[in-house]
């Protein structure tokens, strides 16, 4: 309701004019300052959906390709509410809710962030529908913002950064890296963790991270004491078209063994990744490593650029994988990403992307576009897709 709108509240005293001026003249007085307080608090509602219709092969021996409308290759369709109250004295409240969904069916996503859920049988948690994107509260004041809930690790902004199509859009993306940690939970995202973002200083800002994991006291049928803890820090220096980051974290992963299975113990990973990205006039270009250690080793190299030219861009990036193999001979796979985008409006795309990874005789990794992935059929395999889609921001 505009607050300017009221006054016929007092016209109809207009014999008491005095009291009616007096009566006017608190009403503004109040609505203005109503309305102050309430643009100091905003929330807002933002997203994207994306869809296209790909031709894909997974490499299977007799398999034929598959045609289909999918939903994730140019970007995750999901929506979320933002919200921010200023407090005064540089300081305000603010928090984040996110949620992702399959634009061709409509259904929510899935994931596995009950830590606590998690049993000898599923040692990673019951999978569950929700604000699986992020969900967090917090602070920002002069020296930093702070956060709880479920957020985004300190390699999820290493990756997104350095990646030749930032935000880790289409396929042959930055995240193959993720095949080496069984997918993005407890190491893009992760759950009931406390986070620390400093303010931007010479071009430079640092992140931190402690994660509580599983939160579970430990005892027969429940995650060992401290699974799933977490801790991570990173940074970036971006100025002047460069961006350079780096971050290392550590999570404690849940053992099992034995039939029926059982809880044995828990083993840590370590994650390392530095990247860097440089844009010069129309064109980009991007390297860097990724590497993980324990419970198995393996690593993720990549290499790419982009070249703009009036509403159109195309894209190019390839990545070289391997992994630890106990049984036999390395992984290995090329994953290579080819794409064009065409800007039809500020928030409107239009996309044609291909994707392909090579795999050795005992490599079976996937091919990746944002939000979906395309599986190896069998070792060896070579899973290869091509994509024409839209996406539009809101």
Not at 34 to 61: C, I, K
Not at 99 to 124: E, H, I, R, V
Not at 206 to 225: D, K, Q, T, V, W
Not at 298 to 316: E, I, K, N, Q, R
């Amino acid at each position: 309701m505009n607050n300017t709108q009221r006054p016929p509240m007092i016209s109809h005293r207009h014999r008491v004019r005095g009291r009616a001026t007096a009566g006017a003249l608190a009403c503004a007085t109040l609505a203005l300052g109503a309305s102050g307080a309430f643009a100091q608090g905003s929330v807002t509602l933002y997203g994207n959906v994306d869809a296209s219709v790909v031709s894909s092969r997974s490499g299977a021996p007799g398999v034929g390709a598959l045609t289909a409308v999918t939903s994730g290759i140019g970007s995750s369709s999901h929506w979320g509410l933002r919200g921010v109250e200023d407090l005064g004295g540089g300081m305000k409240a603010l928090f984040q809710l996110e949620m992702g969904f399959d634009l061709d069916t409509g259904a929510s996503k899935q994931y596995t962030g009950d830590y606590g859920s998690a049993t000898p049988a599923a040692p990673t948690g019951t999978a569950v529908a929700g604000f699986n994107r992020r969900s967090a509260v917090g602070l920002e004041t002069p020296y930093g913002t702070v956060t709880l809930g479920r957020d985004y690790t300190p390699l999820f902004y290493t990756a997104v950064t350095t990646d030749t199509i930032r935000g880790a859009q289409y396929l042959g993306n930055i995240q193959l890296l993720t095949s080496l940690l069984g997918g993005p939970e407890r190491s893009a995202r992760n759950s009931n963790v406390l986070t620390y973002t400093s303010p931007i200083i010479g071009g430079f800002r640092a992140r931190a991270a402690y994660g509580l994991g599983s939160e579970s006291p430990g005892g027969a049928g429940r995650p060992p004491r401290d699974t799933n803890k977490f801790i991570g820090v990173g940074g970036e220096y971006i100025g002047g078209g460069l961006t350079v980051s780096g971050s290392l974290q550590q999570v404690k992963l849940a053992l099992t063994a034995g039939t029926p299975a059982a809880f044995t113990g828990i083993a840590n990973r370590t994650d390392m990744a530095l990247g860097t990205r440089y844009v010069f006039g129309n064109y980009s270009a991007s390297v860097g490593h990724f590497r993980v250690n324990g419970p198995v080793d393996g690593s993720d190299t990549w290499l790419g650029g982009s070249v703009a030219f009036g509403a159109s861009t195309v894209y190019a990036q390839v990545q070289r994988i391997r992994q630890d193999n106990p049984n036999g001979a390395e992984r290995r796979g090329t994953s290579l990403g080819l794409t064009y985008t065409y800007n039809l409006s500020r928030r409107t795309i239009a996309y044609t992307s291909f994707g392909r990874t090579s795999n050795n005789a005992t490599g079976q990794f996937a091919l990746l576009g944002n939000d979906v992935a395309f599986a190896a059929g069998a070792p060896g395999a070579t899973p290869r897709a091509v994509a024409i889609g839209v996406r539009h921001s809101f």
